[in-house]
Each structure stands twice: as C-alpha cells, then as structure tokens.
T-cell receptor
Framework: EAGVAQSPRYKIIEKRQSVAFWCNPI?????LYWYQQILGQGPKLLIQ????????DSQLPKDRFSAERLKGVDSTLKIQPAKLEDSAVYLC????????????FGPGTRLTVT | AQTVTQSQPEMSVQEAETVTLSCTYD???????LFWYKQPPSRQMILVIR??????QNATENRFSVNFQKAAKSFSLKISDSQLGDAAMYFC?????????FGQGTRLTINP
C-alpha cells in the first residue's frame, strides 16, 4: 500500500509570512496526526483528527497555527504568521482505528523560518 | 503527564557487535503500548518494534529485541549484529489514548 504522502519536502520563508503543509494519509486510515519535531528533539503532537473531527489540539498554538481535514482524508496545516521558533520538521502520521495500532509516518516537511 | 526519558544522547558500536539503548517511561495507565522508532537522515520515522504492556514476553523482530521491565518502567532496545544501515536516531515512545509521547532520542553510530 502507498505510504503517507507529504508536501512540500522543504520550505524556506521569512518570519511573519504564511505557509501551508499538505498530508495525504494511507487509504482507510481514519486517524491522522500532525507532529512538530524541533532539531535534536523527539516529535511533539500538535493535533489529532479522527475522520474529519478534531480529537486533540491542546498543544496547537491556535493564535498562529490552524489545521483542517476536509472530507476525512487529506489534511493541511497552516502557520500564519510564522516565527523563527517555528523552524522544525513537520511530520504527518496516520493509523487504523485499532487499539495500539501502529502510526505510519510521512517523510516530513522541513521548515526554515529566517 | 506521561513522560519518556532516553538518557543516552549518543551511542556508538562496532559493526557486527551488540548495542543496547535505554528508555524509561512514566505512566499511570495499566494497559499501554511501547514502541521504538528509527529515524534515518531521510527523516522517515520507521517502526522498529512494539511491546504491549500486558504481555510478559519481550518482543523480538529479527536482530531487534527489547527488555521490558514493567515494574521498573524500563524499555530498552537491543540491536544484535549491528549493521551500517542501523545508523540513525532512535526514539522510544509510549502510546496513551491513541497519542504517542516520544523521548528525546539516541543517535546511534555504527563504526565499520
């Protein structure tokens, strides 16, 4: 089966600009996650979707970050306006609705804010 | 809050030898899952091995095995017959309410 797809792979923007990332999960995976991974750290969950509904966005900086998952398939994560500290890799993952089910990760988007 | 701690920022091992990566976690759950993920320079997170807390038997996947000590909340990864392709960042993670909590990672270097 095809893996989790993400685009773009790399993005460089200036602070205060906006940026959007796209994720296409594995077909049939109802749960979708966005993680932020700052250099030298483990990934940190930003938001979790179940189909097209938000399950957990408690760690999403809502003043500048937004995410949506229309039709319960693809998802976009947006940052507006970007700050220097948003430089990180943004990982998308999906999983089947099984207890303890494995999360499958995409290749990530490396964002550099200058 | 659930926490995962990896106390070894870097480890190195000679090719073909065995190395053990350490991980401790803290959870109040009685039923949970633990994982080791590998992240090579390509950034793709790849599942290495999974352990279900209710299972006493340690999980094994080919050259990878874990030492799961539930009472001590310890979950170490052993890599046998290390290969050059094993070089990567390794992350320990625990699963709670369908959400993964990751440790800080251990960078593993394989010396030829």
């Amino acid at each position: 089966e095809a893996g989790v797809a993400q685009s773009p792979r790399y993005k460089i923007i200036e602070k205060r600009q906006s940026v959007a990332f796209w994720c296409n999960p594995i077909s049939g995976h109802a749960t979708l996650y966005w993680y932020q991974q700052i250099l030298g750290q483990g990934p940190k969950l930003l938001i979790q979707f179940q189909n097209n509904g938000v399950v957990d966005d408690s760690q999403l900086p809502k003043d500048r970050f937004s995410a949506e998952r229309l039709k319960g398939v693809d998802s976009t994560l947006k940052i507006q306006p970007a700050k220097l500290e948003d430089s990180a890799v943004y990982l998308c993952a999906s999983r089947r609705p099984l207890a303890g089910g494995e999360q499958y990760f995409g290749p990530g988007t490396r964002l550099t804010v200058t | 809050a659930q926490t995962v701690t990896q106390s070894q920022p870097e480890m190195s091992v000679q090719e073909a030898e065995t190395v053990t990566l350490s991980c401790t976690y803290d959870t109040s759950e009685s039923d949970y899952y633990l994982f080791w993920y590998k992240q090579p320079p390509s950034r793709q997170m790849i599942l290495v091995i999974r352990q279900e807390a209710y299972k006493q038997q340690n999980a094994t996947e080919n050259r990878f095995s874990v030492n799961f000590q539930k009472a001590a909340k310890s979950f170490s990864l052993k890599i046998s017959d290390s290969q050059l392709g094993d070089a990567a960042m390794y992350f320990c993670a625990s699963l709670r309410a369908q959400k993964l909590v990751f440790g800080q990672g251990t960078r593993l270097t394989i010396n030829p």
